[in-house]
């Protein structure tokens, strides 16, 4: 004799079977924190100021392999300008990836409108600004020298800078960061491996992960990201001192600079990704159950 479960049939026993899975799948998720392509609808928590401390001023501009972009420096001298995000809310714990498109005009653009020492200069700077010690709203221009944070990054600070200044022993096409303590606490000093100015835009992605009362610091560079993109990995398991997630609040500042030699420098979809998250074990684990529950109900219907 059989007893037929009207309530258990093969069909609800594939829905319910498809939903166990999908729990059981479903082991992380992620979240845009801030996102900005400077075109209409573009925006995901992000409200920003440019600051134009000296020189040309920063601005939005069309044109670009993907529409608008940010213009930061410009083919003219001495040029100090930011473009400052505020704090976006939430926390950053247990971690996050920031991706920035940067571009910067070469060496022959620059030299062909007048710029000195016959080379594109200075550079682009990226950072993120401890909302404890500075402001968490409207324009800041917190940075002189942002393509080479080792001289005037500021405590409560941490810092990447694009340098292609390659005068005298400068060296150019170099990225470097900075920590917590400021300009003194140089976390890396490397060469791109391929030109940071060349016409294109190259996308850095700079993630951080938690690590008690510290942070674990990588980066990957996209070399001409909407074109080849070809991907290098130029450091990781760098460790950020003081950097703890749980209780770090930083704001997003990009910034240019120019001397007596000069480029374009141009930020496009500025984005911070939060870690993928685990989901909680109790979810995991009531999916695993309904899914064993299942199956024994399956079984014990004959009798």
Known sequence: MKIIDPGLNGAAFAVLLVIAQAFCAS????????????????????????????????????GG?????????????????????DLVP??????????????MSDDATATGAGSGFSQ????????????????????????SIWEDPRVDAQVG???????????????????????????????????????????????????????????IMSLNLIQDVNGAAITHQLLGGILVPGLGLDTFNGRLILGGRTGASFVNGDFDNIRIEANMVPVPAAILLFGTGLAGFILIARRSKAI
């Open 157 to 215: 600070s941490v810092m990447m800078g694009f340098d292609i200044f390659s005068f005298s022993t400068f060296g150019g096409n170099n990225v470097r960061m900075t920590g917590l303590s400021g300009g003194e606490e140089l976390l890396a000093d490397l060469t791109s491996p391929f030109s940071l100015n060349s016409n294109v835009f190259h996308q850095a992605q700079w993630s951080f992960t938690g690590a008690g009362p510290d942070a």
């Open 27 to 62: 082991t992380s998720v992620a979240a845009t924190l801030l996102a900005e392509n400077f075109d209409d609808g573009g925006g995901i928590n992000s409200i920003f100021n440019f600051t134009n401390t000296s020189g040309q001023a920063p601005s939005m501009m069309g």
């Open 90 to 103: 939430g926390s950053l714990s247990p971690g996050f990836t920031i991706f920035v498109d940067f571009r």
């Open 120 to 143: 594109a200069a200075d550079g682009l700077g990226i950072g993120l600004f401890d909302a404890s010690l500075f402001p968490t709203t409207g324009p800041l221009n917190p940075m």
């Open 65 to 85: 392999p993907t529409g608008n972009f940010a213009r930061l420096t410009n083919l003219s001298t001495g040029n100090n300008n930011s473009l400052a995000f």
